[in-house]
């Protein structure tokens, strides 16, 4: 067992998970938030899960509320906003912090793995995205102004 896989998770309904349940996918990890400019990201991110998901794709969203404090909503209000406004089919999480003291271990490991803009390890904004392979190796960190259908030929390539 990797030290990813020990991370521990909380779904958006408030269950516990862990990284362990999504061993051997490729997985795209991404801060989210309902009232952000990139929150229309929300359809190319299901676009990419429905076209990839049978063939070991997932993509797991962890609304945030760091960045001038769009995702103000609590976890039934989010599960609901993406359910109707854009048919989220993918996993949803608990609201998480990115950065700062508290940040998510789970960031704190993808900040380690794969540094940002310039070096950077801070997450900028939401809609940050970091893409994993079948390992749980950090392959590749995209900025927010990334659209998600431009990932599609380096998720191919993982699959």
């Known amino acids: 067992m990797s ?5 521990a998770l909380l779904t958006i309904t408030g269950e516990p998970t862990s990284m362990a349940a999504y ?11 309902s009232r952000c400019g990139f929150t229309p990201q929300y ?21 945030c509320n760091q960045f001038a404090w769009q995702e103000p909503a609590d976890g039934d209000e989010i599960a609901t906003f993406c359910q109707q406004q854009f048919a989220v089919q993918f996993p949803l999480f ?23 803009c310039l070096g950077t390890k801070a997450i900028k904004w939401n809609f940050t995205k970091f893409l994993l392979d079948r390992q749980g190796h950090v392959v590749a960190r995209f900025a927010p102004t990334t659209m998600p259908e431009t990932l599609a030929e380096k998720i191919e390539s993982l699959l």
Not at 3 to 7: G, H, N, R, S, V
Not at 105 to 112: A, E, N, Q, S
């Open 94 to 116: 608990a609201k998480t912090n990115v950065n700062g003291r508290r940040a998510h271990p789970l960031f704190r490991y993808l900040k380690r793995a794969q540094a940002g």
């Open 43 to 63: 359809a190319g991110l299901q676009m990419l899960y429905q076209q990839y998901h049978t063939r070991g794709f997932t993509i797991l969203a962890f609304p």
């Open 3 to 7: 030290a990813l896989d020990e991370i």
């Open 23 to 33: 061993r051997g996918q490729v997985i795209l990890v991404v801060n989210v938030a």
